[in-house]
């Protein structure tokens, strides 16, 4: 079995940076991508960045390109996100994902393995 754990969430005023991480335990597996998405009270799951682990191509939704820098950590399966210049509408809670392989697309949640319990970020204005 398979666990992804987030950290890193909080409380941020507008304007301000947050960075969340994320790191697998649980059975060894070699994903081909891991990637966030967040989730706002009412609103359906979103993509908001991917990066591939053995090319390290990354992908961004529009929303959050420009601010946000997904990025691979040193330990296997193991990803972060840089998260600048917060805005009250990035106020969500934020979910780790990870793909075995790659199945056309990354932006949906279907695509994905494996799930994280998720992490709150609150973005005050």
């Known amino acids: 079995q398979v666990q992804l754990v987030e950290s890193g969430g909080g409380l941020v005023q507008a304007g301000g940076s947050l960075r969340l991480s994320c790191a697998a335990s649980?059975?060894?597996?070699?994903?081909?991508?891991m990637g966030w998405f967040r989730q706002a009270p009412g609103k359906e799951r979103e993509f908001v960045a991917t990066?591939?682990?053995?090319?390290?191509?990354?992908y961004y939704a529009d929303s959050v390109k420009g601010r946000f820098t997904i990025s691979r950590g040193v330990a296997k399966n193991t990803v972060y996100l840089q998260m600048n210049s917060l805005k009250p509408e990035d106020t969500a809670s934020y979910y780790c994902?990870?793909?075995?392989?790659?199945?056309?697309?990354?932006?949906?949640?279907?695509?994905?393995?494996?799930w994280g319990q998720g992490t709150q970020v609150t973005v005050s204005s």
């Open positions: 994902a990870a793909q075995e392989r790659y199945r056309g697309s990354y932006k949906y949640t279907g695509v994905y393995d494996y």
């Open positions: 649980g059975r060894t597996f070699s994903s081909y991508a």
């Open positions: 990066i591939t682990w053995s090319v390290g191509s990354t």
